[in-house]
C-alpha cells in the first residue's frame, strides 16, 4: 500500500518559472491538502479538497493553484515561482476528522 | 482564528526522564485531536489520537481536557530515539469539516 505519493522530492526553479507538484493517494480518502513548512512558522495550509471537482484555500493560497479531477490525484501548481516561496511542500489525505497520512514532502528551492 | 499553542521548547532532557508537552486549542467545536512526531527533514507521522478519557500506548500517555480546551503528551523513561518534533493537531470541528491545525511543533532532544 503506497499511501501518499508525493513527487518530485528535490526541485531547484528559477524565479518566474512555472511548475507543478504532484501527490496520489491510493486510501480512496475524500480530503487532500497542501501545506508548506518552514523554520518557526510551523505547517501553514495552502489549499484543500474534499472531494473530486471541490477545492479551497487555505491559509496561504496566493501564488499557488490546484485542482481535484479524480479522487486520487490533487497537483499543486505554482504559477510564476518567487524566492519566497522557497520552502518544504507537504501533501497530505485522511478521511473526515481522521488522523492525516503525509507524502515524504518536497524541497522546493527558488533562486 | 483556529490556532494551536504549544510550549515553544525546546526540551533536553537525559535518557531515561520523563517529559511532558502541553497544548491549547482555539476551537471549542473540535472533534479529533491527536499527537504527530516529525523527525529531521521528514515527514509528520501520527504518534497518538487523544480520547477524552485518555490513551496510554507504552511510554506514552495522551490527555485530552475538553473544559479547558487543553492536551497533553507525557513520555516516560526518555529514549535516544524520542528525540523529533511533536506536533500538536486539532480538528474535525462539525460534520464534514476536515481541515486539521497543527501547533508549530516542540522539538525534544533526549541526552546520552
Known amino acids: 500500500n503506497a499511501g501518499v505519493t508525493q513527487t518530485p522530492k528535490f526541485q531547484v526553479l528559477k524565479t518566474g518559472q512555472s511548475m507543478t507538484l504532484q501527490c496520489a493517494q491510493d486510501?480512496?480518502?475524500?480530503?487532500m491538502s497542501w501545506y508548506r513548512q518552514d523554520p518557526g512558522m510551523g505547517l501553514r495550509l495552502i489549499h484543500y479538497s474534499v472531494g473530486a471537482g471541490i477545492t479551497d484555500q487555505g491559509e496561504v493560497p496566493n501564488g499557488y493553484n490546484v485542482s481535484r479531477s479524480t479522487t486520487e490525484d490533487f497537483p499543486l501548481r505554482l504559477l510564476s515561482a518567487a524566492p519566497s516561496q522557497t520552502s518544504v511542500y507537504f501533501c497530505a489525505s485522511s478521511f473526515d476528522g481522521q488522523e492525516a497520512f503525509f507524502g515524504q514532502g518536497t524541497r522546493l528551492t527558488v533562486v | 482564528r483556529k490556532e494551536v499553542e504549544q510550549d515553544p521548547g525546546p526540551f533536553n532532557v537525559p535518557e531515561g526522564a520523563t517529559v511532558a508537552f502541553n497544548c491549547t486549542y482555539s476551537n471549542s467545536a473540535s472533534q479529533s485531536f491527536f499527537w504527530y512526531r516529525q523527525d529531521c527533514r521528514k515527514e509528520p507521522k501520527l504518534l497518538m489520537s487523544v480520547y477524552s478519557s485518555g490513551n496510554e500506548d507504552g511510554r506514552f500517555t495522551a490527555q485530552l481536557n475538553r473544559a479547558s480546551q487543553y492536551i497533553s503528551l507525557l513520555i516516560r523513561d526518555s529514549k535516544l530515539s524520542d528525540s523529533a518534533t511533536y506536533l500538536c493537531v486539532a480538528g474535525g470541528s462539525g460534520a464534514g469539516s476536515y481541515q486539521l491545525t497543527f501547533g508549530k511543533g516542540t522539538k525534544l532532544s533526549v541526552i546520552p
Open positions: 486510501m480512496n480518502h475524500e480530503y
